[in-house]
């Protein structure tokens, strides 16, 4: 059990119910869990298997039917929908598969809206969009509509986004689902930078390669944690190995 | 053949999938056609009635008032005449029933009919000794049926029967001639609560006294050729200035409103007027009212055309990608066209057609000419005329606001209408930037209505009509409020002016429809914005907006687009309520104020509940589903 | 045909040879005849020299088909051995398959533990390839190789995950 003080993140027995008796299904179910400040988690399963329904939980997009989530220290899963929003304002990043970027904002306006909802001046909120553009490589595509814009650098734009207002941890549900190979890596190459400068971040996704990257990985099935593997600190095997097992 | 018989399938089957934007759509056209069906009925109401009570009741081509009973013979012996009755001694009395007051001239009658004017029953019998016979129109105002007991001059009488006659105009019109005006302003001002009653001879008579002698009597002349009528007039009835002897003019006619208030100089000789000038004098009951219902039927199509173009934009967009169907299936521009026109033409002429219905069952209210007629007893005919007319109406606003964007719907390539998951929102930068200093209820508000500009212009159209007619509505009432007050002996009497029942009859049955399909339009057009709105709120709150400050978001939007329209609405009312009414007083600003603030809060009202509703649904679910 | 894949047969219970080739027939299928199932004979000898089985003469017949063949302590530990590698031989999947079967119907190990070990190496790997993959500038010829790399170990590791998904099935069914 960590250290509640470094612990971002943390879930007892949470768990979502819909519908009854016969009818009932379990989309999350009893799942412990905690996230360490600074560490990557991704969350694997098949379809269905409740990963985006436990993702939706962690960051107060949806009440759960029983347990607890505690974030920074403090007990989440019973605030009012105000408080929720202010949580998702201040401390939570959301990244999502189909980006979700507001498709009649450009580039800039559409990152510094979550400093604009928090209440910073315009001209501040201005101000952090340009860093974050910069930070992600799109500081020449500012005053691009999405639709003129790559898939890989929409969501370079959504991660942006996500880190407007600072928050402790940035949840990703299958930020690569829509990209293909080439975008891919290019994300990855930017979760990886931000997670190196002290990220913390939970991802579900169904690709082991965005999967790989994380240091600890978690696979569900029907609603319920199965498995869990630190990535970290594997095997001794160095890089040479791999291309010498190609023979 | 079969090109035509699929578009009528695919029509049908998009209509069974919309079923509620269908069923708005023909509201607000029949609405505006029921309207135009009232008006256009009450058109031609009274000319029509008027001819079968002058046929009903024998009635007469020249009426002529005479002073005594010997001015008759020359009359009844002249050229040209083929019947009369009379002379009728006419006398002046007061009339009292259930706390009512008024004055009356009573016409003394035979118990037979007579030849020319004998007035048909509408309810009882004709006069006896001791029964009476009211007028219609005046027995409605007064409160009288069959059967009643009324006083006259503090005489007690039995209310034998009531009928009408084609040889007077109504109340409150009627016009005894012995002067160069109408005698209702005998008693030195706007007294107009006089009727007419029939009784026996004898009990005429029996009324008059040495203080209210009989200075008055009625000869009614029926010529062989009723089209010399205004030459017979002329011929005998010369207009002396000054007193003494000699046929006067013939009988002025216009609004009873209008005329001034000076007795004239008193004619000794008979006064004579044509049938022409009574069923004149008839019209002026249902004039006003027609001076309402007309504009208040093009507000009301103008009001259908708005919204019928918010709801065709709307499916617009759901309709774009089943565009791209089609044709990717190879159906043709045309066909595409065909089938988005075929279904809103269809709808159009169906709610034409319930619109026309419903216009003739409800027009008895307003068609029913003051009671005084006769043959209005059930719902008037409407002619072929009148059905095409409301029938084009109809396909002309379904054609306003469905052509444009059929036509841009056909010309849509294929590719772009199946990529096109809805009209791309359009951006006003400039909005944008600006909003960006505001709170973040307005924020949203503003984003809403950029978004969004064609449907925000058409909120406010809609707005500006309804409160166009609001106004012109109220600018009516006080005018008719100013006109009561000055109507003292009206108040006085405790009777009511069928005029005045009559235009706010009206006033109250289109005010009741405009409002009704306003209040229909802004729900529509709120619902619209908030299903359109639904994304954006919905990724607004993943980043952290609060619902409250969304939903106050959307009704801010609603109000903002509604000001302008409001505004505009105002002078727009005054001046259409100066056109359709002449030498009118506008409303009080006060009025005006409280109708733009009530507008303004009623949308803010409507709007409050969808909003609600639109930004609770989990917002997991809006974004996946989005996504999908 | 590897040695311990016989082996492996033959920890159950002794086997003749003909019995042995048609269970690796029944498991791989058309692709028996690819991977000469008819060469068992040569492992089975191979593996008696090694002294990993014994012929039973008790219950053998002169007939090489229906020779029996029993397993020894040595054998079964190198079984032992063998289920617990997790080094990957490529591409050959055959291999690993026949690991899974054969561990099943020995009741040897759990087939799904297998998977799971096996699918954590990969993914070790396949994060060491993929770091490598990010840290190369764009465009570089290694970081070519190294998304190749990736792939194929995507590949693996999407077939490690049907393998569980079909042995799950397979234990929920019995």
């Known amino acids: 059990m960590n250290d509640t003080a470094t612990s971002v993140l943390r879930t007892v027995g949470l768990h979502k119910h819909y519908g009854k008796a016969e009818g009932l299904v379990r989309a999350v179910d009893d799942v412990n869990l905690e996230i360490a400040r600074g560490e990557a988690l991704a969350v694997m399963g098949p379809s269905g298997c409740g990963k985006s329904t436990l993702l939706h939980l962690l960051g107060g997009l949806d009440r759960p039917s029983g347990g607890e989530v505690w974030l920074a220290g403090k007990r989440v899963d019973g605030l009012s929908e105000r408080g929720l929003a202010g949580m998702r304002r201040r401390e939570i990043g959301f990244i999502f598969q189909s980006f979700h970027l507001m498709d009649e904002l450009t580039a800039i306006e559409n990152v510094e809206l979550p400093a604009l909802l928090a209440g910073r001046s315009p001209r501040q909120a201005r101000r952090r969009a340009l860093e974050l553009l910069e930070q992600v490589g799109l500081a020449d595509r500012g005053r691009h509509l999405p639709s003129a814009l790559s898939g890989g650098q929409r969501q370079r734009v959504a991660i942006a986004r996500a880190l407007a207002n600072e928050p402790l941890v940035v949840l990703a549900d299958e930020p690569t689902g829509n990209l293909d190979s080439a975008a891919t890596l290019e994300v990855l190459r930017l979760l990886d930078r931000l997670h190196t400068a002290g990220l913390t971040l939970v991802i579900v996704t169904h690709d082991q390669r965005v999967a790989a990257t994380a240091d600890r990985l978690v696979s569900m099935r029907d609603g319920a944690l199965v498995d869990e593997m630190k990535l970290t600190g594997g095997s001794a095997r160095k890089l040479s190995d791999l291309v010498a097992t190609e023979r | ?628 | 045909m590897q040695q311990e894949v016989v082996l492996a047969m033959l920890a159950k219970e002794p086997s003749q040879g003909f019995q042995l080739r048609a269970r690796l027939n029944d498991a791989l299928g058309p692709l028996s005849e690819a991977l000469n199932a008819g060469q068992i004979y040569v492992t089975l000898g191979r593996l008696e020299k090694a002294g990993l089985v014994v012929l039973d003469d008790a219950a053998s017949s002169a007939d090489r088909e229906r020779k029996v063949y029993v397993i020894t302590a040595a054998g079964h530990e190198r079984v032992g051995d063998w289920l617990a590698e997790v080094s990957w031989p490529k591409p050959d999947l055959a291999e690993f398959h026949l690991k899974l079967i054969a561990a099943a119907s020995a009741g040897l190990a759990d087939p799904i533990s297998i998977v799971d070990a096996q699918r954590r190496e990969l993914l070790r790997r396949l994060r060491d390839a993929e770091r490598a993959e990010i840290a190369e500038p764009e465009g570089s010829d290694a970081a070519l190789l190294l998304a190749g790399i990736v792939r194929r170990l995507q590949a693996d590791l999407q077939w490690l995950e049907d393998c569980e998904a079909s042995w799950t099935t397979r234990r929920k069914r019995q």
């Open chain 2, 1 to 628: 053949m079969g090109t035509t018989l699929l578009v009528f399938r695919l029509a049908a089957r998009d209509v069974r999938r919309h079923v509620a934007q269908a069923a708005l759509l023909v509201v607000a056209i029949a609405a505006a056609a029921a309207t135009l069906t009232m008006a256009l009925a009450l058109n031609g109401v009274t000319s029509q009635p008027y001819a079968a009570t002058r046929a009903a009741t024998k009635g007469p081509d020249v009426l002529a008032n005479l002073t005594s009973a010997s001015q008759a013979k020359d009359l009844i012996h002249a050229s040209g005449v083929a019947a009369f009755s009379g002379p009728y001694p006419v006398a002046a009395a007061t009339i009292r029933f259930d706390g009512r007051t008024a004055e009356v001239f009573a016409e003394g009658r035979d118990t037979a009919p007579a030849a020319v004017d004998q007035p048909a029953s509408t309810a009882g019998t004709w006069v006896r000794p001791g029964g009476v016979v009211l007028e219609r129109t005046f027995a409605d105002a007064l409160g009288v049926s069959a059967g009643d007991r009324v006083t006259l001059n503090g005489k007690s009488f039995k209310v034998a029967g009531i009928a009408v006659t084609a040889a007077q105009a109504p109340y409150p019109n009627l016009c005894y001639l012995t002067t160069n005006t109408c005698s209702f302003i005998i008693n030195n001002g706007n007294s107009r609560d006089m009727g007419v009653i029939w009784m026996t001879t004898a009990d005429a008579i029996g009324l008059t006294s040495k203080a209210n002698p009989l200075t008055l009597y009625v000869l009614n002349l029926k010529l062989t050729n009723p089209g010399d009528a205004q030459a017979f007039v002329s011929q005998h009835f010369h207009p002396q200035a000054g007193a003494g002897g000699g046929p006067g003019r013939h009988l002025p006619v216009g609004s009873p409103h209008g005329l001034s208030a000076h007795a004239g100089p008193q004619f000794t000789g008979p006064v004579l007027s044509t049938w022409a000038g009574i069923a004149s004098a008839d019209a002026l009951l249902v004039q006003d009212a027609q001076s309402v219902l007309e504009p208040g039927a093009f507000l009301l199509a103008l009001l259908a055309i708005a919204s019928v173009a918010v709801l065709v934009g709307r499916r617009l967009s759901e309709y774009a990608r089943r565009v791209g169907v089609l044709k990717a299936v190879g159906g043709t521009p045309n066909l595409v066209a065909a089938v988005f026109l075929t279904e809103n033409l269809a709808l159009a002429l169906f709610a034409a057609m319930l619109g026309t219905v419903t216009g003739w069952l409800l027009a008895p209210i307003l068609t029913n000419p003051g009671a005084a007629l006769v043959g209005t007893a059930g719902a008037p005919a409407i002619s072929l005329v009148t059905v095409l007319q409301v029938a084009g109406l109809a396909v002309a606003v379904a054609l306003a606001a469905t052509l444009a964007p059929a036509i841009r719907a056909a010309r849509t390539s294929t590719v772009a209408s199946l990529n096109d998951a809805g009209r791309t929102p359009k951006r006003l930068g400039t909005l944008i930037r600006l909003s960006r200093r505001l709170p973040v209820p307005t924020l949203f508000a503003v984003r809403l209505v950029a978004r969004r500009p064609r449907r925000a212009l058409l909120s406010a159209a809609n707005i500006a009509v309804t409160v166009t007619g609001i106004v012109a509505v109220l600018a009516f009432h006080a005018d008719v409020d100013g006109k009561l007050g000055g109507a003292k002996y009206l108040a006085a009497g405790g009777l009511s002016d069928p005029v005045i029942n009559r235009d706010e009859q009206m006033l109250a049955v289109v005010t009741v429809m405009l409002v009704t399909l306003a209040a229909l339009n802004a729900i529509f057009t709120t619902w619209a914005t908030v299903l359109d709105a639904r994304r954006s709120s919905a990724l607004m709150r993943a980043l952290g907006a609060r619902t409250r400050q969304l939903s106050a978001g959307l009704v801010v939007a609603q109000v903002l687009s509604a000001l302008p329209g409001a505004i505009v609405g105002i002078p727009l009312g005054i001046v259409l309520f100066k056109a359709a009414v002449h030498d009118a007083t506008p409303p009080p600003p006060l009025w005006l104020a409280a109708t733009l603030l009530g507008t303004l809060a009623v949308m803010a009202d409507l709007t409050v509940v969808p909003a609600r509703f639109g930004t609770r649904q989990p917002v997991a679910e809006v974004l996946q589903a989005d996504a999908a």
